[in-house]
């Protein structure tokens, strides 16, 4: 699949820290050093009801990454997968009795848009679930003829207990991942299954559905796990540096996926760190599609919002916290862009250069972004006030929040 178009970030003078990130897996904050080529994975959309602001702030927060990344002068080879076939669109197809390819492409070109408009760096490899079907067969062959997975009535199960790091992302006991599991896709209730934690692999073709050739797997479609890590694999390898997605990913998706390829190679871990974005909330409740309680990207910029105020708005909140979308929220974000770029428009002012060094060691802290746009904040103040005889600092200062932050002024 093609991605989206990237918006040329500003190289700015000397160089950016090395990024200390919250790990999951290890539950301690740690430093990150990637080697020339920094490897970033980032779970993507299941593509209906997108470009809601949950997706964009988890987007937003690892848009960071590459950002910080790119400031320590190495290049970012980003990967992002879209789950273009299974069973919640499938069921949201049915549903509106819309076709499931046409509901796909529709929201996955509004995705793109919405990334587009709010200047979040595409990947270089953007992977459909159909399109990666070929290379996951194979690793489920292996994963059965390894002993590590096994049939029921034609569906193909991953079996936990074949890792034994199995766990070793989220951390939670078994009857915590029990009840996950059931939440969020899982069928821990399924008689005849080794472990009822074991998630499926392979599903056999059932009746009225859409169905791939999966080789001695017989006909099917792969199951949520593999597809993340057959894209991994292929696109990134073993030990890169991030997996990413949204908090409620931690488990099951990335613990079964973690576990999915350290059984497929025998290395561990899978990725060097696990990073997980906080929940954002509409009246009380986690945005999300299943309860409809959203507010789109494309909702707002056909209202005429400004998508620099959306980002602006996202960045306003630290990225492992959960937060609550409000009217206030943007409104904020509006008046902050508007002092901003008053800021900016003189021919001169305060001196930036301390300003690029507070924003780097802002976002290299964990992605503090609430840090970051409070020393932009400060600078704006005191032109305001003082004004300053620099007559650099302006487009600094535009070239650091547009390099750092993406937020063009
Ligand atoms: N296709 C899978 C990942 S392989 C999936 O989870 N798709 S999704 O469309 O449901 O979510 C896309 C990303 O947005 C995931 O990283 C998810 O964790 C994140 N996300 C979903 N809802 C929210 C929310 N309310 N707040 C923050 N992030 C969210
Ligand atoms: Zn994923």
């Keep these: 699949m093609h991605a989206w178009p990237a918006s040329e970030v500003p ?9 200390q990130i ?3 897996a290890t539950r301690k904050t740690i430093t990150l050093v990637p080697g020339p080529v920094a490897r970033l994975y980032v779970c993507g959309i299941t593509p209906y009801d997108a470009t809601h602001m949950g997706h964009a702030a988890t987007y937003n927060a690892f848009d960071l990454v590459q950002r910080v990344w790119l400031d320590t002068k190495r290049q970012v080879h980003y990967v992002q997968n879209v789950t273009d076939v299974d069973d919640p669109l499938l069921e949201r197809a049915l549903r509106d009795g819309h076709d499931w390819t046409e509901l796909a492409e529709r929201e996955t070109a509004l995705f793109r848009e919405d990334m587009t408009a709010l200047r979040m760096l595409p990947p270089q490899h953007y992977i459909g679930a159909v ?9 489920v062959e292996r994963l059965r003829d390894a002993g590590a997975a096994y049939e029921l009535d034609g569906d193909v199960y991953f079996s936990v207990e074949s890792d034994s790091h199995f766990g070793q992302v989220s951390g939670l006991d078994a009857e915590a991942m ?9 069928d821990p209730d399924r008689p005849g299954k080794k472990n009822p934690l ?5 599903m056999a073709a059932r009746e ?3 169905s791939w050739d999966g080789g001695s797997l017989g006909r099917g479609r792969p199951g949520w796990h593999i597809e993340c890590v057959a894209i991994a694999l292929e696109h990134l390898g073993m030990g890169f540096d991030i997996q990413g997605g949204g908090s409620d990913l931690a488990f ?7 576990s999915h390829a350290q059984v497929l190679t025998g290395e561990f871990p899978m990725a060097k760190a696990y990073v997980h974005a906080g929940m954002v909330a509409l009246h009380g409740e986690k945005m999300s599609k299943s309860k409809g309680n959203l507010v789109f990207v494309s909702a707002l910029r056909r209202a005429g919002v400004d998508p620099v105020a959306i980002r602006l708005a996202l960045l306003s909140h630290h990225y492992r916290a959960d937060w609550e979308w409000t009217d206030q929220v943007l409104a904020d974000a509006e008046t902050r862009l508007g002092h901003w770029r008053a800021a900016v428009s003189r021919p001169d002012g305060p001196s930036a250069e301390a300003l690029v060094e507070e924003v780097r060691e802002a976002l290299s802290r964990d992605l503090d972004a609430p840090a970051a746009l409070a ?3 400060r600078w704006a103040a005191l032109q305001e006030t003082e004004g300053g005889t620099d007559e650099s600092a302006p487009g600094l200062v535009s070239r650091t929040v547009d390099a750092l932050l993406g937020v063009a002024l």
């Design 22 to 24: 919250h790990d999951t």
């Design 178 to 186: 029990r009840l996950l599991s059931a939440e969020r896709g899982g």
């Design 11 to 19: 190289a700015l003078p000397g160089k950016g820290r090395d990024l």
């Design 208 to 210: 009225g559905e859409p």
């Design 252 to 258: 099951p998706h990335h613990e079964m996926g973690a």
């Design 375 to 377: 020393a932009v904040d």
């Design 131 to 139: 399109e990666a079907i070929p290379g996951i067969v194979p690793l």
């Design 198 to 202: 074991d998630p499926m692999l392979w």
